[in-house]
């Protein structure tokens, strides 16, 4: 990219700056990160202190706007031009259109069909519209575009917002429609440019309903005229254009296909509307081509190099004028594709045997050395040709046709014919139609008898080959020629004469001559007949091909033809669309006569051969079906092998381990006699990589597709020769041993061939590529080289695929059965024998004894065939040993006298564990298939154990990963629980550290959990239990995730998603060490699905993404690119750990640097000269080139100040007598550098005025030092130290908030990137870290920055946040009051923090009370009264005490205070509505009667109720009572209160609740008695009223608690709790001193009458008790 210069003149090279570069200021501006910050070094500039920083050696400009930002993504949408959904009506109705009928076509009035074309546009609107299309015509130097160009704008204004652009778009389309008359007057190279334009309209959908019908019908029209018509090759052109879209018009391909002269239509013209009428496209999507003289001419004007002056066409009729204007474009033609690999003219010397697309011409080469030799052309005069068949194209045919009339003479062209059969045509099928025309192009018949007579001659030198030998190469070479020769014969209706070739007596004499022949005959002849449906003549049912068909339909009768050459029939038969029942079979191959006296067209038969008479068919034993490849792609179609039986077997089954590629190269066999080899060595190594590769293409193909076709057979066989079996561990084991032996023979017969072919490749690319250019004698030493190795281990990579198979293939026939297994075990359970009464009755009444089924068993005979099955696997060695366990595990071998060594320990205390969990399990479980698979997994632990190596632990952590996803939650539960305790068992095991470690495994298991099969791949909760046992790589996995939704498309990915961020993210008890960094791509994603599908987003999204956003939402942006995007980035760069060798040593040679001159006497001041020598020396070791150093840089650096600080304070435990204050001033000697230079790089990255580019930085490296310490914390945990974290962003913090200018810019995003940084290490997620993190956030500093010195209060939704993360993580240990000494020191810290914002920023604590006390719990009563208790500072307080205070006149009492929390977003959408609905009109009636249960969350006392959802409904309804009461005039109080559908909700609420739910009812109003406001009245006056209107004592006795528990604690008490409760114990209204509750004990009394003195004082206290109690 960086040579590139996109959009824009490349900027100056030769700039000099100060400081860092200008270019920098784009380079964090998107996602990209810190490496475009530091430019490679230009000549210093010694008069700077940064010359050695020069410029960017290039830019990409523009990359907000410009062509990689918005220009490639609305390239891309609008290129592909797809139509908005729901606008072709042809999707339904399918070419109903009226009109497409009649003949001929009579002129439509434009207006009918489209409305909007009908209005008139302004002479602007035409004028644009019209130059529009002049430059569709234009030559250069004039204006041009080109039709896509055009079909990009007209897409683009089609849905424009711009009324102009619509209106262009109407008044274009509608010109070219009325232009439809005077097509016939264009010359033909402005008529083809036109006719691409108008079919791509189509193509694009730019047109819908009537005009599109309009559309199809002009084209129609335009191809029903005569043959070689203007107008027909302008219906040709456009209809080649929208070809790929006739499958949505079946009914028009209908019309098309009944043109007379269709079949002259061009041929893959004619294949895209036969398919089309049945709504489908052509298999194989030929590269056909057209040639219009529009085309040919258009591509003789641009192969002249000097453009043209534009000439304007004849104008039409007199009066009537074109408003189209004519000239030049680029075809739309397609140009042949050039992922064929050419030859260069240097293989067209003899000695260098060409190996081109896998199919190798040298039996061709060779015949024609040995034949006389024809006159050869110069080698230049060779390259010339070879060049212009290399360029070959449609669009340039005439041109290169001049071309080789003018460079090859006349006596050359024997050569140019041989040449381009052999070297072409052979081994190029693709372009069979290409060379065809190319040959009508010519016109030269001396020529095409030429190129025939060479295509007889090398098809016989195919057909007399030795067919013995496995040459795939020469049968594909025969098929192609086969189809090249039906396409210069029969397609051009010309005959196949019998002195040529005799295709009957061909097929017969294959026939005779055995199975090998056919495999050669028969696609031949089928390739050749194919071409006969272009044909007029030779079409079925004429008499010659049909005689072939009906030979070819009896061999299809033959019981013992190869299934692939019965296959090779059918698709002919379908491509000629015939009934291979409906064709008449002779007996031609009985006629022993006939087959005696055959001419001989094939090679002699082999001696051993019989004679005719006692010919049989051949059996296929042994010989390979193919994969499944399209038959219609002819260079596709793999055949089958030729071996005559199958290879010795050399391995026995336990040989080879499967569990990873690596296997392989235990067993690899390299010849050392080689002469390759021998000469070059080196090359060796390329043997392992190119066997491994070879298999690891096709393991997958072969392996599933060979345990579905075993899988069949075996199943029906088990269960008919089992029916009547009740023991169903027989049937298991007998079903195993079947599919075993069925699935490795399958894949056997499936993979050799194409592996020896493919081995042999890789490795001749691979050698190729070692020895970089080689002579000729090494390319021949290469192929003979290639052979041998290949030959030499293709069974082990064979062995290798069939063990996959096999291994995979058990528990999938478990699954098959499992039904049949529960049946029996049922009839157990019961007491009864299982039997399938079924079958029973059929073998009693149908079968005979000798081979009746019997109840009870099978017959010892019938199980010796089974255990034959299991004792000769094909392909490996037989085995006597049928104890084999049948879960497939390799046996574990037998227990030798290992030395016990950590791995062996560890392993073992699995297997311990194991056993002892299989031994819990009831008997009555024992054959249920949870319990087969944990003995299964115990067999892989003793295995991986007995040969301690990486392959036998990855293959049992993969057994272990994929049985727990396996595992579903229908089974027994405490089955289940055990099944996967014991899976995670092995997996920690592994995951120890003197094992394989956390590092290696959670790789494993991440690779694991993203390659397996969907099936099972979204099980959330056993990916959520890895997850919770740290056992992902979660920035892997999260990737992973995000891609997989494919933007919503993929509905499984996305609900697995929602399921894993729910139990992840939103019930955060689960997991707590995710934060959501971890899912940070997934939230992303499912953010963007939600937004781009709103209407139909799956349901829950939503719900779950605002409830995600509302967890954040005080922290910045998620933008991709914003420099949160940068600190996630950095978290997730932080595990990463391959780091390119060196980089460590690099990285701490310039950390010590770095120290050194931090602490040096000539460092400078705040160490500026220390930093410009110091950068001078990160751009000499290279670190600064990408991003992506620079991020490992800091990382490396990170870890290694983290190292240091432990072993300083490692240093302190084992000498006690260091002194703590010694030992930190070690710690921080480099961490304090370390801080410098970040601090450093921060503040000159970009210019001065550039802070996007500072930003980004200091996110990525902040988001680095919270990876590292988040992994940290993980690993160690207990061990865990804060002290070097906390040091570093403590002394980040103090140096970005120094009084610079460049800082004080760039303060605002500053603090909110340590504020993002802390929410993401808040304590739920990193509880190690809390003390350290408490401080943090409680920094004079920090605080006054966020609360005082921020503009505009914009740091207060910030701090709250991290307040409330502080507050929920408390909350759990207070709830339950389990303070121990830590959570004790926590608590009190957090009570000092809170009194110093009380005094600070009291208005803070009123502005987020809401949002504190939400996750504040119940009990907490003086945490709480403290954020109560804040009244803003301007405010003087009236003291609560005074007598005969008048609360309602106060002057305060009526403004609304400021709440800043979104409370009313827990309501879910219909309860709101419902809420609201019943506040206005008291309707619907229920909702009085379903509040209750829509509070209730569960049954279980202490967690009934949603806590949240009580608080809003009170503050939401009580706003919208005070709002309602003021819009009616008053002022609330004891009389307006009542009566109204608010106070209806309030009284219902605490009559119906239970003693719970009340209380937190009543906690809720108590919440909103704070400072003088018109919340602390009305809830005050509501608290006072519930109080005297309660219908029983136990309502006023919680009243009284709730207020009484919240002022006998510490000091200070909320103002309006103090008004309240001394009102209703001053007031006689409410009888309070007359309730029993008052006077139950003499300590609740004493109790009440000390509260009583402290509120009144002593005497008026003594009065009101006893006046109350009097009356």
Known sequence: MGSLNLGGTAPSHTQSMQGFPTSLSSAFSNPQSPAKAFPPLSSANPSTPFGGIGSLSSQLPGMDSGPLGSGIGSGIGSSLGMPTVGTDPFSTRKMSTPGLNPPTFQQTDLSQVWPEANQHFSKEIDDEANSYFQRIYNHPPHPTMSVDEVLEMLQRFKDSTVKREREVFNCMLRNLFEEYRFFPQYPDKELHITACLFGGIIEKGLVTYMALGLALRYVLEALRKPFGSKMYYFGIAALDRFKNRLKDYPQYCQHLASIAHFLQFPHHLQEYIEYGQQSRDPPVKMQGSITTPGSLALAQVQAQTQPQPPGAPKVPQPGQTSTLVTTTTTTTTVAKTTTITRPTPSSFKKDVPPSINTTNIDTLLVATDQNERIVEPPENIQEKIAFIFNNLSQSNMTQKVEELKETVKEEFMPWVSQYLVMKRVSIEPNFHSLYSNFLDTLKNPEFVKMVLTETYRNIKVLLTSDKAAANFSDRSLLKNLGHWLGMITLAKNKPILYTDLELKSLLLEAYVKGQQELLYVVPFVAKVLESSLRSMVFRPQNPWTMAIMNVLAELHQEHDLKLNLKFEIEVLCKNLSLDINDLKPGNLLKDKDKLKNLEEQLSAPKKEAKPPEELLPVSSTGDFVPFAAPPSTPAATTTPCTTTGPPTPQFSYHDINVYALAGLSPHININANIPLLQAHPQLKQCVRQSVERAVQELVHPVVDRSIKIAMTTCEQIIRKDFALDSEESRMRVAAHHMMRNLTAGMAMITCREPLLMSIATNLKNNFAAGLRAPTPQQREMMEEAAARIAQDNCELACCFIQKTAVEKAGPEMDKRLATEFELRKHARQEG????????????????????????????????????????????????????????????????????????????????????????????????????????????????????????????????????????????????????????????????????????????????????????????????????????????????????????????????????????????????????????????????????????????????????????????????????????????????????????????????????????????????????????????????????????????????????????????????????????????????????????????????????????????????????????????????????????????????????????????????????????????????????????????????????????????????????????????????????????????????????????????????????????????????????????????????????????????????????????????????????????????????????????????????????????????????????????????????????????????????????????????????????????????????????????????????????????????????????????????????????????????????????????????????????????
């Not at 609560?1440 to 409370?1463: C, G, Q």
Request: include cysteine.
């Open 832 to 1671: 009864r024998r299982y039997c399938d009464p079924v079958v029973l009755t059929y073998q009693a009444e149908r079968m005979p004894e000798q081979i009746r089924l019997k109840v009870g068993g099978v017959d010892p005979k019938q199980l010796a065939v089974y255990e034959e099955f299991a004792r000769n696997v094909p392909g490996f060695l037989p085995s006597n040993d049928l104890s084999q366990p049948t879960g497939f595990l390799a046996q574990p071998m037998k227990q030798q006298a290992w030395a016990t060594d950590d791995v062996a320990q560890i392993y073992d205390k699995c297997m311990a564990d194991l056993e002892q969990h299989l031994h819990a399990i009831p008997p009555a479980l024992a054959m249920n298939p949870l319990t087969q698979a944990l003995r299964s997994l115990l067999e892989a632990v003793a295995l991986a154990r007995n040969s301690r190596d990486g392959i036998a632990a990855l293959g049992l952590l993969q057994k272990a990963v994929e049985g727990l996803l396996d595992a579903t939650s229908g089974a027994d539960a405490d089955l289940l629980l055990r099944y996967r305790e014991c899976h995670l068992l092995v997996l920690k095991a592994l995951q120890d550290g003197r094992a394989y470690g956390p590092q290696w495994c959670n790789k494993q298991i991440t690779r694991c959990l993203i390659e397996c099969r969907d099936e099972y791949k979204y099980n959330v909760e056993a990916v959520e239990l890895l997850i919770r046992n740290h056992l992902v790589n979660m920035q892997q996995y999260d990737l992973h995730l995000a891609q997989s939704m494919e933007n919503g498309m993929h509905y499984m990915a996305v609900a697995f998603a929602m399921q894993l961020v729910k139990l992840l993210l939103v019930d955060e008890r689960s997991v707590s060490h995710v934060t959501e960094a971890d899912l940070f791509h997934t939230i992303e994603t499912l953010m963007r699905i939600c937004a781009h599908s709103r209407a139909n987003a799956p349901e829950g999204l939503p719900q779950l993404m605002d409830v995600v956003r509302s967890n954040y939402e005080a922290m910045i942006d998620r933008a991709h690119g914003g420099p949160n995007f940068m600190m996630h980035s950095g978290i997730s760069q932080a595990s990463e750990y391959d780091d390119p060798p060196g980089l460590r040593e690099k990285a701490e040679y310039l950390l010590r640097e770095w120290v050194n001159l931090y602490h040096s006497a000539a460092a400078g001041r705040d160490s500026t000269k220390a930093f410009s020598a110091f950068v001078g020396q990160m751009h000499q070791q290279g670190i600064l080139k990408t991003d992506d150093l620079i991020t490992r840089f800091f990382r490396l650096c990170t870890e290694m100040c983290v190292e240091i600080s432990y072993r300083a304070q490692a240093e302190q435990q084992h000498n006690p007598a260091a002194s703590a204050a010694i030992i930190r001033a070690k710690c921080y000697h480099n961490l304090d550098a370390f801080v410098r230079l970040i601090a450093l790089l921060v503040k000159h990255s970009g210019e001065a005025t550039n802070t996007v580019t500072k930003i980004n930085l200091l996110n990525k490296v902040l988001g680095i030092v919270v990876g590292v310490l988040i992994q940290d914390h993980d690993v160690r945990q207990t061990e865990f130290q804060q002290l070097p974290y906390h040091r570093i962003f403590i002394m980040l913090l103090l140096e970005l908030n120094a009084p610079e200018h460049v800082l004080e810019t760039i303060n605002f995003q500053t603090l909110t990137a340590f504020c993002n940084t802390f929410h993401i290490l808040r304590p739920t997620k990193a509880p190690g870290f809390v003390y350290a993190w408490l401080e943090l956030i409680s920094h004079r500093i920090f605080i006054a920055r966020m609360l005082a010195h921020t503009p505009q209060q914009k740091g207060w939704p910030m701090y709250a946040q991290l307040l409330i993360d502080l507050f929920k993580y408390l909350a759990p240990f207070l709830r339950n009051v389990e303070l121990n000494k830590p959570m004790q020191i926590l608590y009190k810290g957090t009570l000092r923090v809170l009194l110093v914002l009380l005094h600070d920023f009291p208005e803070f604590l009123c502005d987020y009370h809401y949002g504190f006390c939400d996750v504040i719990p119940p009990n907490c009563i003086q945490l709480r009264n403290l954020i109560l208790s804040a009244f803003p500072r301007n405010m003087r307080l009236p003291d609560p005490f005074t007598p005969n205070l008048k609360v309602d006149m106060l002057s305060e009492i009526n403004i609304a205070p400021r709440i800043l929390t979104n409370f009313t977003g827990v309501m879910p959408s219909q309860f709101k509505k419902d809420l609201d609905s019943y506040l206005k009109t008291r309707s619907p009636v229920t909702f009085l009667s379903e509040l209750r249960s829509n509070l209730q969350v569960s049954n279980e006392p202490g967690n009934r109720y949603n806590i949240q959802l009580i608080n809003a409904l009170v503050l939401y309804v009580g706003t919208q009572a005070i709002a309602h009461i003021h819009n009616k005039g008053s002022t609330p109080s004891m009389s307006t209160i009542t009566h109204s559908a608010h106070m209806d909700i309030f009284q219902n609420l605490a009559v119906d609740l239970d003693t719970e739910g009340r209380y937190l009812f009543l906690n809720a109003i108590a919440n909103q008695l704070r400072y003088p406001n018109s919340h602390t009245h009305y809830f005050s006056c509501t608290m006072l009223y519930l109080f005297a209107e309660a219908n029983t004592e136990a309502i006023q006795e919680q009243i009284t608690r709730v207020l009484l528990e919240r002022l006998i604690v510490n000091r200070p008490h909320p103002w309006g709790l103090l008004i309240t409760f001394i009102e209703l114990i001053k007031n006689p209204a409410f009888k309070f001193w007359s309730h029993d509750f008052v006077h139950c004990a003499p300590e609740i009394e004493k109790l009440f009458q000390s509260v009583a003195q402290c509120c009144m004082g002593q005497k008026q206290a003594q009065q009101v008790m006893e006046g109350t109690g009097a009356s």
